[in-house]
């Protein structure tokens, strides 16, 4: 007996010795946590306010001004009124008039009541910001404020993702539900195998799907829309990294000159535009250039990252729109390659050192350009670089000291993956950097926007508890449509087709609390109901009551574990593995 009791105790010894191993090795722990508590309600019934009436929308010409103001006025016109008529010139009547004068930031804005009429004070920026708050308020049913109060932005950097411009809208491709492709190149159905390289009617088809999702997003309050690419654009010339007769310097010029037109429609509505890619990105003949005269992909030697800085300074002079460049570095490989091309991506930047010799690469360029880098600490792996996520002490060993203007942080919000029941993501309460908050609208884990499903409150609280413990941070990033397979679930695409609306929500009142973290969520949840669905009071009830519910949902139809209290929701764990 005392011989198997031995046993058993060595046997002990040696797994807690190997489980003590393991979770070095992989950066594993068990800890107390705070997971955040949801109190879900429905907003309380309120009239319906008339829309002012307004006869007229005088704007100067400029074409983020027109634009803005003819939302202004399709949003009258869809209460039921007549359409006002948008003009440079003079008018007379109930007149919504601009004047571009500062009140106090680049974003702020002014309404007053002048006679009959309004008047929207602002910079060209912040005119056109009152211009889409005016319309959203006539959308959602809800007085147009006019009392002269300067209204700012607290977030002033808001991007959203590309929603679903350039994706497939095959039905057979959702059909079969096995598509788990991460690619998100948007611009496959344009490529030609060869030249001229790119399909003209394809271009024009995406262009107009940027358009109408550039002018939605603006309309509910973000500033900057992020959008892949960067090798497909570059030809690394001078460099002779393509040898004479390779086609991937005319490929590259033939995509410059047929994208930068439709993504250089955004910046003249006044949004900010930030190209992204995955690191390394390679082709065959950049990645034997790089083996012929740096002896491989050695992520640490300086010599491969003015390689790539060549290239950034190439792509920023050639689309001298462009205001920066989104950098990821834990994804990559096979699964995010658009097929029948040969750019792909490699997960080798693995180390701290590789880190910094990459970012202060790529910032040098910036400096020269007056660019911006945005490095995303989404990582999943081994060591330090591979907990980057979700660990404040490997951020402090990764990015600690590398402080920079020029250098943006991008951070999911939850410490983990986007699941509701995770806690709120503590690595961004540290570091020196300027920080900006991702947010997912279309929740890759919880329905992929099948269900309803309404995170107003979570981002609420995530929002407040980093601003409140972090004056550096700056921003949001909300995913409109992107994470996770894009062509898995049901087929929709926002605003494009399908049942979008239910994660278009989620955009929507993360947009807005970008303005205002104060916001009610339940009130911005029924502004969202009012604009889409209907201004009848039982219908407006009825939905807010069901996005009320929406946390006892889960994708197999049993009560979820999220840990949000509402109608018949139910606590989960507080501890995390």
Not at 26 to 48: K, M, W
Not at 134 to 150: K, Q, S, T
Not at 152 to 175: E, I, K, N, Y
Not at 216 to 235: D, K
């Amino acid at each position: 007996m005392t011989r198997w009791v031995g046993v058993v105790v060595v046997l002990l010894a040696l797994g807690g010795v190997v489980a003590w191993q393991v979770n070095a090795a992989l950066g594993l722990d068990v800890r107390d946590v705070d997971v955040p508590v949801e109190e879900l309600t429905a907003a309380p019934r309120r009239a319906v306010v008339e829309p002012p009436v307004i006869t007229a929308v005088l704007v100067p010409d400029e074409p983020r001004l027109r634009v803005a103001a003819e939302a202004v006025a399709d949003a009258v016109a869809g209460r039921g009124a007549e359409r006002p008529a948008v003009r440079t010139g003079a008018a007379s009547g109930s007149v919504l008039r601009v004047r571009v004068h500062d009140v106090g930031g680049a974003e702020a804005y002014r309404i007053d009541r002048d006679g009959d009429g309004l008047t929207v004070t602002g910079s060209m920026a912040g005119a056109a910001a009152g211009l889409y708050a005016v319309a959203d308020r006539i959308r959602a049913g809800a007085a147009v404020v006019a009392d002269g109060r300067v209204v700012a932005p607290r977030l002033g950097l808001r991007l959203t993702d590309l929603g679903g411009v350039g994706l497939p809208d095959d039905p057979a491709r959702f059909a079969d539900g096995t598509d788990y492709s991460l690619n998100s190149d948007v611009v496959g159905d344009a490529i030609l195998p060869g030249a001229p390289y790119v399909d003209r009617a394809a271009v024009r088809r995406i262009a107009g799907q940027f358009r109408e999702h550039v002018e939605h997003s603006l309309a509910m309050g973000y500033n900057a829309v992020v959008v892949p690419g960067f090798l497909e654009y570059v030809t690394f010339g001078g460099l002779g990294v393509y040898p004479d007769g390779d086609p991937h310097p005319a490929r590259a010029r033939a995509m410059v000159d047929a994208f930068a037109p439709v993504w250089r429609y955004a910046d003249d509505l006044g949004m900010r535009v930030y190209l992204s890619t995955d690191m390394l990105a390679l082709s065959p003949p950049l990645r034997a250039h790089l083996e012929r005269t740096v002896g491989g992909l050695d992520t640490e030697d300086e010599r491969l990252w003015r390689v790539y800085q060549a290239g950034l300074a190439e792509l920023f002079d050639r689309m001298s729109f462009v205001d920066g460049m989104m950098v990821r570095i834990g994804e990559g490989g096979a699964a995010y390659r658009l097929p029948g091309w040969d750019y792909t991506s490699e997960i080798a930047v693995t180390t701290p050192a590789a880190v910094r010799a990459m970012l202060r690469a790529f910032l040098d360029v910036a400096h020269d350009a007056d660019r911006e880098i945005i490095f995303r600490t989404w990582s999943v792996g081994i060591g330090a670089v591979g907990d980057l996520h979700t660990s404040r002490a490997a951020y402090e060993e990764v990015l600690g000291g590398l402080r920079d203007d020029r250098l943006v942080v991008s951070t999911k919000y939850s410490l983990g993956d986007f699941y509701s029941h995770l806690p709120l993501n503590d690595t961004l309460l540290v570091g020196e950097h300027r920080r900006i908050v991702e947010f997912q609208s279309r929740r890759e884990f919880e329905g992929l926007g099948a269900l309803p499903n309404d995170l107003g409150v979570l981002h609420q609280l995530a929002l407040r508890r980093f601003l409140a413990g972090n004056p550096r941070v700056e921003g949001v990033w909300t995913w409109a449509q992107g994470g996770g397979p894009l062509l898995a679930g049901p087929r929709t695409l926002t605003p494009r087709l399908g049942f979008w609306q239910l994660y278009d929500l989620n955009t929507y009142v993360t947009g807005r609390l970008a303005w205002d973290p104060d916001l009610d969520p339940a009130a911005a949840t029924a502004d969202w109901t009012h604009r889409t669905f209907s201004h009848d009071p039982d219908t407006v009830a009825a939905i807010c009551a069901a996005m009320a519910l929406s946390p006892t949902w889960s994708p197999t139809g049993s009560t979820s574990d999220r840990t949000r209290t509402g109608p018949c929701a139910r606590s989960g764990s507080n501890r995390r593995r």
